[in-house]
């Protein structure tokens, strides 16, 4: 007797889930890392805090984050060639970039937390 085997392709099943666990867990890891910088970003009018974005997209098979400032004097209150005084206590220069290098331990932990579920 001749047996019948079904076979049943799950992968793009298994491949979308997978891309929404890892939008999910780049979201978590933005989250983090821009509270970090938050803390960090000097604050005279709230402007360049208030316009802090985050941004989930997938390209392709890539999931890609990006967190920015839509204020346009953003990038030279980063730089850090560019002298200032802040008047927060907390607030750096490269707030952004600290923000994420504090965070990343937590962003570690959250992507594997994520990933491995």
Do not use: C, W
């Not at 360049?48 to 004097?73: C, H, I, M, P």
């Amino acid at each position: 007797m001749a047996s019948k085997v079904k076979v049943t392709n799950k992968l793009p099943q298994f491949t979308a889930d997978r891309q929404n666990q890892a939008a999910r867990a780049i979201t978590q890891a933005l989250v983090l890392g821009a509270s970090e910088a938050s803390v960090l970003t000097p604050i005279d009018t709230s402007t360049l805090l208030n316009s802090q974005f985050k941004n989930v997209r997938v390209e392709g098979d890539k999931v890609v984050g990006t967190v920015g400032y839509t204020a346009a004097y953003a990038l030279p209150v980063h730089d850090p060639s560019n002298p200032q005084n802040f008047r927060r206590a907390t607030a750096e220069k490269e707030f952004l970039k600290k923000g994420f290098e504090r965070a990343a331990p937590n962003i570690d932990a959250v992507m594997k937390k994520v990933m491995k579920a």
